[in-house]
């Protein structure tokens, strides 16, 4: 849960404010991530643990109830097949808490908005050398 008490500065403070029974789930969401996005900056953003990879690529937030993950309308809307399961709203999947969390799809998200994000910078150097 996001406590608005706590100014997090990082992923392993975030991680530790949140209640025991999300902690694990918590830390392998983030394993999976880092694993999926070797390049990614971790980061706090808006009180969340956050990864960049030239550009915002995904968040995660623990609620009372869920677990959200945010790899953004692209992320959601690639996937909507493998979602049907899940609560989702334009860039945003919900993991309740008395379910597993689905790490191959999630890893499976993070990679297509690794290549996402990487196809967008590559064509704005193109526009670039073309002006």
Do not use: C, W
């Not at 530790?16 to 900056?41: C, H």
């Amino acid at each position: 849960m996001i406590n608005p008490k706590i100014e997090f500065n990082s992923v392993d403070i975030y991680i530790g404010a949140q209640p025991a029974n999300v902690r694990t789930a918590l830390k392998v969401l983030r394993q999976t991530i880092r694993k999926a996005a070797p390049g990614a900056e971790e980061v706090i953003s808006y009180q969340m643990p956050a990864y960049k990879f030239h550009g915002m690529l995904v968040y995660f937030a623990a609620f009372k109830n869920h677990i959200s993950f945010f790899p953004t309308r692209s992320g959601v809307q690639a996937f909507e097949d493998r979602l049907t399961s899940f609560e989702t709203r334009e860039g945003t999947i919900k993991f309740p808490l008395d379910k597993p969390i689905p790490f191959k799809l999630v890893s499976d998200i993070v990679e297509f908005r690794m290549k996402e994000n990487l196809n967008k910078k590559m064509l704005k150097e193109l526009v670039k050398k073309k002006r």
